[in-house]
């Protein structure tokens, strides 16, 4: 901090995504922004604020400047109040919205592996199943007898899910 700033409050989002701005801490901070309640936001990077460029830009230079907040990065320095500090404060977001567009690639590039290779990605096999130390399905075989003759024998009468949940459920 500048000599003789002091912080007003720690917005802190732990366990949400920056993926998007429905973020309980950062909606406060922006209502607190809007009533004045401080003149400035730190954060420790860019990417902390937010993972979307277009996110990142409205929220720094729409938000904040109509709000009179000044946005500093502890870890890169720029000032948005020059050209060239804003220039250089996009190019930091766009790196950031890369860097979550390419974390999404390699997620779903992962599942789609993971399945192919029959490993189960989710954490509830299918009735019927269960699911192995390697990930894989196999037949439990205690819940294998109910699943073909009833779920089976009720799907070839023609039931729908619908009708052969409620079949199970009474």
Known sequence: LPKGDRVYRIYKDD???GANLNRPALQRLLQDAKVGKFGGVIVYRTDR?????KDIV???????ERCGVVFK???EPYDTSTPQGKLFFVQLASFADFER????E????GRRRRAGEGVWMSWVPPYGYRKGKDRKLAIDPEEAPVYTDVLIKKALEGLCAVRIAKHLNS
């Open 15 to 17: 366990g949400y995504t």
């Open 49 to 53: 604020l937010g993972r979307s460029i």
């Open 58 to 64: 409205r929220l720094v230079l729409d938000e904040f």
């Open 73 to 75: 990065s502890a870890a």
């Open 101 to 104: 567009s390419v974390i999404v």
């Open 106 to 109: 390699r997620y779903r590039e």
